[in-house]
């Protein structure tokens, strides 16, 4: 199989081959729990509450939502994940999964566990790719006040220095190894400085290597503009413009905060708006490609046979070098494997750490299946079909 229809993504057998039947009945039980927003919202409140209160309610956690969203809370346990993943010809991105940290000592704690996810994506040759959130190592606060063009007191410079050289430090060593550096995109209020910041370490650390891969987020209205600044960059200062193009993670954060100021929203009017940018700006990318490194990191299967369209129609090859799709592990296997078995680059995003400490990650997955439109209904409908087939149901 080296060809992808809108058909080939509803082939259980190949989706779900790494799933032995207790795993399988695990996803069901999550998905048909996600379906319910009521309950998410009320398990989500009582998960926060329950860690606060230090009830044991880890091993629940671990061994459902965890287990199939996470890779594990240490790297020994990460290990198994990413050799099953590497059986199937699945890379995989790494994501230390630690979020909302406030102090330079815990940016420097961050930073530490960062470099020893790299150091681990170095000696892992199935994981070329690590993920970093920049607001875990550079203040929050200052990546707003850069954003919104206000002056930083010589105080405040210090500590954004500060923050600059961990994120430097780490895209340094990634360069020197020939791993990817995936820098997640945020908030739009401090988007700006984390999209200065990916623009000028490009300039050093992306010449030869697509090592600073900038997340673009294509809900945004003025992001295909920017996604064509960051070619002409590119262009101008002779680097590989390494970019992951995704939708968007933060729509409802972003459109309240926009009716709570007073400003128009950022974001494209409605789902066919954000389908349309993104869909360009993969064209755009392919079109381009001499220039781009493109990571089309989705679960919309429209936008992966679009993009295999493109590819194709331009005669490049499935497993062209400087393409690949992504996907969340425990989302969307049918695309990952099915577009691996047909021989496109793909990789499972895999994010890891204590189970406490990952929970609000698990809660926006959470969150997300029950407001993305259809989505948890096409994980559901494929499970079925793959226990119907395993005749566990
Ligand atoms: C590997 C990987 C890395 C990621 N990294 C990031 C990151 O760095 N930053 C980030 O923000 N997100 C990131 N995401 C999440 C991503 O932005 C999406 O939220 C998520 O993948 C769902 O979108 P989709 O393209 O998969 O598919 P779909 O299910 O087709 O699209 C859902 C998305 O469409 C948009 N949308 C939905 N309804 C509307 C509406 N009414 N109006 C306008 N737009 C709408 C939203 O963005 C929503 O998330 C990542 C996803 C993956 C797979």
């Known amino acids: 199989m080296n060809k992808i229809d809108h058909k080939s993504f509803d082939n259980t057998e190949i989706a779900f081959a790494y799933l032995s039947n207790s795993e399988l009945k695990n996803a069901y039980r999550i998905f048909k729990g996600m379906s319910y927003p009521a ?3 009320i398990g989500s409140k009582l998960t926060l509450l329950s860690l606060k209160l230090h009830l044991p309610i880890k091993p629940i956690l671990k061994n459902t939502v965890y287990k199939h969203f996470c890779g594990g809370e240490t790297l020994a346990e990460v290990k198994q994940v990413v050799s099953k993943l590497e059986k199937f010809g699945i890379n995989v991105i790494l994501n230390f999964g630690v979020e909302g940290k406030h102090s330079e000592e815990e940016f420097d704690k961050t930073a530490k566990s960062l470099h020893k996810t790299l150091e681990y994506a170095i000696h892992n040759k199935n994981i070329d790719t690590i993920a970093c959130k920049p607001s875990g190592l550079i203040s929050h606060e200052l990546l707003e006040k850069i954003t919104s063009g206000s002056e930083l007191n010589e105080e405040e410079k210090k500590s954004y220095d500060r923050g600059v050289e961990r994120v430097r430090g780490l895209v340094k060593r990634a360069y020197e190894n020939k791993i990817c550096v995936h820098l997640d995109a945020e908030e739009t209020w401090i988007q700006g400085a984390i999209d200065d910041l990916a623009l000028e370490l490009s300039i050093e650390f992306n010449k030869d290597f697509p090592t600073v891969i900038n997340g673009i987020q294509l809900y945004l209205k003025d992001k295909l503009e920017f996604l064509k600044k960051s070619y002409q960059h590119a262009v101008d200062n002779k680097y590989i413009a390494a970019v992951k193009l995704v939708r968007g993670a933060y729509m409802e954060k972003e459109r309240a905060r926009a009716e709570e100021l007073g400003y128009p929203s950022p974001i494209c009017e409605d789902k066919k708006a954000t389908d349309a940018n993104y869909n360009a700006g993969l064209k755009y990318c392919v079109d381009n490609i001499d220039v781009f490194h493109l990571s089309n990191a989705t679960h919309n299967e429209y936008s992966c046979l679009y993009l295999a369209k493109l590819m194709k129609e331009k005669g490049l090859p499935n497993d062209h070098p400087k393409i690949v799709s992504s996907q969340l592990k425990g989302m969307s296997d ?9 021989g496109y680059n793909v990789q499972k995003y895999v ?11 698990l809660i926006r997955r959470a969150q997300e299946n029950t407001s993305v439109e259809g989505q948890t209904g096409r994980e559901m409908e494929l499970i079925i079909k793959e226990m119907k087939r395993r005749k566990l149901m």
């Open 39 to 41: 309950l998410v919202n």
């Open 334 to 342: 049918n695309i990952t494997f099915i577009m691996a078995k047909a």
């Open 351 to 361: 994010p890891y750490g204590p189970v406490k400490q990952v929970i609000p990650y």
